[in-house]
C-alpha cells in the first residue's frame, strides 16, 4: 500500500498541477471577455468566477486578487506594440534612413499599432476616465507601451537630442488622445475617426509637422 501510494504520487501532483494551469486559463479568458464585451467597469470578481465557472476563493488563491488577474491577462493576451513593429521601414534599413524619417517611419507605426489595438484604448480611456484599483493596472500597461515608444525612438539617432524627445512627446499625447477618442467619440474636428482617409489626413500632417521641426 505504502509502494502504491507513493507511486501514485507524482500522478497525483502532475494531475493537481494541470488542472491549476486549466482554472487559472479559464479566469484569464473570462477576464478577456468581459474586458472585451463590458469593458474595465463591468469586471467584478462575481461576474469573472461566473463565466469561468470556478469557485470565487480560486481568483484569491492563484492570482492575488482582481487587479492580479487582469494584470496576467494584460501580460499574456495582449498584443502589445513592440519595437521591432514601431521601427518597421518597409523594404528600407531602418538603420540608413535620416532621423527624420526614422521618426516619421517610428510614428507612422505608432498610429497604425494603436489603431489595431481597440481592446488598449479601451482600456487606457478607463483609467482615465474612472480611476480605480482596477484601472491602476491600466495605467501601468499604458507605461509599457510608452517604454517601446521611447526605446524605438532611441534608436533614431542621438544628434537631435531634445529635438525628437520634444517633437516625439507632442506627437505621442496626440495620437493617444485621438485614439482614444476613436474609441469613445469618433466624431471629431470635422474627422470621423473610423474612417481610414481621416487617419491617412492626420498621418500626413503629423509627418510634414516632423519634417518642418527637424528640418
Known amino acids: 500500500c505504502i509502494r502504491d501510494r507513493n507511486m501514485s504520487g507524482p500522478k497525483t501532483r502532475t494531475r493537481r498541477a494541470h488542472n491549476r494551469e486549466a482554472t487559472e486559463q479559464s479566469l484569464?479568458?473570462?477576464?478577456?471577455?468581459?474586458?472585451?464585451?463590458?469593458?474595465?467597469?463591468?469586471?467584478?470578481?462575481?461576474?469573472?468566477?461566473?463565466?469561468?465557472?470556478?469557485?470565487?476563493?480560486?481568483?484569491?488563491?492563484?492570482?492575488?486578487?482582481?487587479?492580479?488577474?487582469?494584470?496576467?491577462?494584460?501580460?499574456?493576451?495582449?498584443?502589445?506594440?513592440?519595437?521591432d513593429e514601431l521601427t518597421y521601414s518597409g523594404t528600407d534599413d531602418f538603420a540608413r534612413l535620416?532621423?527624420?524619417?526614422?521618426v516619421q517611419a517610428v510614428c507612422r507605426n505608432y498610429i497604425a499599432a494603436l489603431r489595431k489595438r481597440p481592446v488598449i484604448m479601451r482600456l487606457l480611456v478607463s483609467e482615465i476616465m474612472h480611476p480605480t484599483d482596477i484601472t491602476a493596472v491600466f495605467e501601468a500597461a499604458g507605461d509599457r507601451i510608452g517604454k517601446e515608444l521611447y526605446r524605438s525612438l532611441q534608436l533614431s539617432g542621438s544628434e537631435y537630442g531634445d529635438d525628437v524627445v520634444d517633437v516625439s512627446l507632442i506627437f505621442t499625447i496626440m495620437t493617444n488622445y485621438l485614439c482614444m477618442r476613436a474609441?469613445?467619440?469618433?466624431?471629431?474636428?470635422?474627422?470621423?475617426?473610423?474612417?481610414?482617409?481621416?487617419?491617412q489626413r492626420i498621418t500626413r500632417i503629423m509627418e510634414t509637422l516632423i519634417e518642418r521641426y527637424l528640418a
Request: aromatic share 8%; proline share 5%; charged share 25%.
Open 98 to 102: 535620416d532621423v527624420t524619417r526614422k
Open 28 to 83: 484569464l479568458d473570462a477576464c478577456g471577455r468581459i474586458l472585451l464585451r463590458d469593458g474595465p467597469d463591468g469586471i467584478r470578481v462575481n461576474n469573472v468566477v461566473a463565466e469561468a465557472g470556478v469557485g470565487k476563493d480560486l481568483i484569491y488563491r492563484y492570482f492575488g486578487g482582481l487587479p492580479g488577474l487582469i494584470k496576467a491577462w494584460l501580460d499574456s493576451d495582449v498584443n502589445w506594440p513592440t519595437t
Open 183 to 199: 474609441a469613445t467619440n469618433p466624431q471629431a474636428f470635422g474627422m470621423d475617426l473610423t474612417d481610414d482617409a481621416s487617419w
